[in-house]
């Protein structure tokens, strides 16, 4: 069994901006997540055997849906998952189309379904207890691409690794 999620995979120079921006965040016991796991979940699927990756990949090679631009204006703090992330005020159309396409592709699949409402974000920090108080300059994150990630379990901590990804339409 293998532990996956669709998500956004930010280039290297989001990975960048945000890892700086991460670096301002202060508090007791926060652990940030390194620059090389920094993702948009956009449906946690959770632990699938290999028979299931492969119909998930075959299926998402046939997806037609429109690249992505999230604007990342805020920083969010959710108390249940501790977690500190950036949000954004406004969902782009194009995020509800892809992520609604990808619950359909998964729909008779033995994978987990979410049933709360979507919301985009991008964890920075876990472990947190408050919301910080910072200014920063809105983060643009243009998506050409939707990846297959796994979640792998290493004594170091999670890593997240590629499996695929594929083009969104320009
Ligand atoms: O995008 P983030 O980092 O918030 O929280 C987990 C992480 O999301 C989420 O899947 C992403 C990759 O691990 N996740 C883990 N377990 C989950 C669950 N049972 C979950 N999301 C929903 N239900």
């Known amino acids: 069994m293998r532990r996956v999620f669709f998500a956004l995979w930010p280039d290297d120079t ?3 901006e945000v890892s700086q921006l991460s670096e301002r965040l202060e508090q007791p016991g926060l652990r940030k ?3 090389t796991n920094l993702h948009v979940t956009l449906a946690f699927l959770g632990n699938v055997e290999e028979d299931v990756i492969l119909t998930l990949r ?6 037609r849906s429109s690249s992505v631009t999230l604007q990342f204006d805020e920083i969010d703090y959710w108390s249940r998952p501790r977690i500190v992330c950036l949000t954004c005020q406004k969902q782009p159309l194009s995020l ?3 992520v609604n396409a990808l619950n359909q592709l998964i ?14 974000h991008m964890t920075l920090a876990r472990k947190a207890k408050y919301r910080p108080q910072i ?3 809105a983060i643009s994150m243009r998506a050409k691409k939707f990846a297959l990630v ?9 890593e997240y690794r590629l499996i695929e990804s594929w083009e969104l339409q320009a």
């Open 14 to 16: 989001i990975r960048t």
């Open 33 to 35: 997540l390194k620059s």
């Open 58 to 63: 075959q299926r998402a090679r046939t997806l």
């Open 96 to 98: 509800y189309q892809l």
């Open 107 to 120: 729909r008779d699949l033995p994978v987990h379904k979410e049933s709360r409402p979507f919301r985009a």
């Open 135 to 137: 200014c920063f300059n």
């Open 150 to 158: 796994e979640s792998v379990s290493l004594a170091s901590g999670v």
